[in-house]
């Protein structure tokens, strides 16, 4: 093992990778094809990962978050449409869902009202806006259950057929 980094903002990528304890060279025997100048680069966000590069760090360093952090800071198409997510106990994921749909459950007629002539007037975008709102906490939610699964499958707490 090389000599630890001291460097103070450390991106996802090196932590991740040191919470596995590998110098870079090790990792790079790890992900195969990643050169440890590659994963410098990456580190020290000189360029930023491919997508196929991210998903076996994801599975070698066993950080689900990874994907995530990927999709919402550094893929433009994430950034748009996919929810910040983390890691968080079970119990307070499956309490935020279902949280969320009651929530939704007391507004389903005013969005049955709202879309019912398939458009958003001034009137009715104010209640939209809100029942939208809802719907994307409960996005996030289900995206922090997906990471929470990953990880409970790499701890061995989940049997792998569940996919």
């Not at 991210?54 to 996919?82: A, Q, R, S, W």
């Not at 007629?109 to 009137?123: E, H, K």
């Not at 209640?127 to 995206?143: H, T």
Request: glycine share 4%; proline share 4%.
């Amino acid at each position: 093992m090389g000599k630890r980094s001291v460097k103070e903002n450390k991106n996802i990528y090196q932590t991740s990778r040191e919470a596995m304890d590998l110098s870079r060279e090790a990792a790079s025997e790890l992900l195969e094809f990643m050169s440890p100048e590659r994963i410098e680069k990456i580190e020290s966000e000189k360029a930023l990962p491919h997508p196929d590069e991210v998903l076996v760090m994801e599975e070698k360093y066993k950080n689900p978050e990874l994907c995530n952090y990927f999709c919402t800071h550094e893929c433009p198409i994430g950034m748009k449409y996919v929810p910040k997510a983390g890691l968080k106990d079970f119990s307070q994921v499956a309490l935020e869902i279902l949280n969320g749909i009651n929530q939704l459950s007391a507004e389903k007629d005013r969005l049955i009202a709202i879309a019912v002539d398939g458009r958003v007037n001034d009137f009715e975008r104010r209640d939209f806006d809100e029942i939208l709102e809802k719907l994307n906490s409960i996005d996030r939610s289900i995206q922090g259950l997906k990471i929470w699964v990953e990880h409970a499958k790499q701890a061995g707490k989940m049997d792998e057929a569940l996919d």
